[in-house]
Nanobody
Framework: QVQLMESGGGLVQAGGSLSLSCAASGSIFSFNDMGWYRQAPGKQRELVAR???????NYADSVKGRFTISRDNAKNKMYLRMNSVKFEDTATYYC??????????????WGQGTQVIVSS
């Protein structure tokens, strides 16, 4: 019954900034790793950034130094701050999360995506 929902997408000018949010709802026990992925038209979905339950982060080389991933475990939310955006960042961005239940079984969830369009 867990659902993830992204928000914050929209149109932004190259060089500008944008913040994305991912909110989780439902029968949540706890989240382990969470991450942001994106898919541009005609391309495969790719990892943008990932963050562990303890706050350790990993970024795709293409966004290092420009994007920042963060999470608020108490609120079951995750964020992506996008700075100095480029036209190449145009894509649909998806929230992904791993959840462990009470018996330590792993479940994985995806959001529906939020569109980011960067104007050149």
């Amino acid at each position: 019954q867990v659902q993830l929902m992204e928000s914050g997408g929209g149109l932004v000018q190259a060089g500008g900034s944008l913040s994305l949010s991912c909110a989780a709802s439902g029968s949540i026990f706890s989240f382990n790793d969470m991450g942001w992925y994106r898919q541009a038209p005609g391309k495969q979905r790719e990892l943008v950034a990932r963050i562990s339950s303890g706050g350790r982060t990993n970024y795709a080389d293409s966004v290092k130094g420009r994007f920042t991933i963060s999470r608020d475990n108490a609120k079951n939310k995750m964020y992506l701050r996008m700075n100095s955006v480029k036209f190449e960042d145009t894509a649909t961005y998806y929230c992904n999360a791993d959840m462990r239940d009470a018996t330590n079984r792993l479940w994985n969830y995806w959001g529906q995506g939020t569109q980011v369009i960067v104007s050149s």
